[in-house]
Nanobody, 117 residues
Framework: QVQLVESGGGLVQPGGSLRLSCAASGGIFSSYNMNWYRQAPGKQHVLVASITTTKTTNYADSVKGRFTISRDNAKNTVYLQMNSLKPEDTAVYYC???????????WGQGTQVTVSS
């Protein structure tokens, strides 16, 4: 069983930056692909960024060039650096862990990001 705890959300002005962190415990962190999703009010979860066990990254078109996902296996933590934030980035951001060989996926509790002046 993997536990995920996100942190780093908050209120930021348009054009600002935030760094989200997701600390994992209870599993072999380095064996999981890690993902960041977001959910805006009234909308479904959307995959924002992903990083594999070999540190290959992928991004949604809406965040390419602005967001960077990274992982530190020694600290069991995945990060999402968000720059040039826009009001449309406002959402609850969720960390997700998915082992490439198993069906189960694990979710954190989410952290709110609000971009507003």
């Amino acid at each position: 069983q993997v536990q995920l705890v996100e942190s780093g959300g908050g209120l930021v002005q348009p054009g600002g930056s935030l760094r989200l962190s997701c600390a994992a415990s209870g599993g072999i962190f380095s064996s999981y692909n890690m993902n960041w999703y977001r959910q805006a009010p009234g909308k479904q979860h959307v995959l924002v960024a992903s990083i594999t066990t070999t540190k290959t990254t992928n991004y949604a078109d809406s965040v390419k060039g602005r967001f960077t996902i990274s992982r530190d296996n020694a600290k069991n933590t995945v990060y999402l650096q968000m720059n040039s934030l826009k009001p449309e980035d406002t959402a609850v951001y969720y960390c997700n862990a998915k082992h490439p060989l198993f069906e189960n996926a694990y979710w954190g509790q989410g952290t709110q990001v609000t971009v507003s002046s």
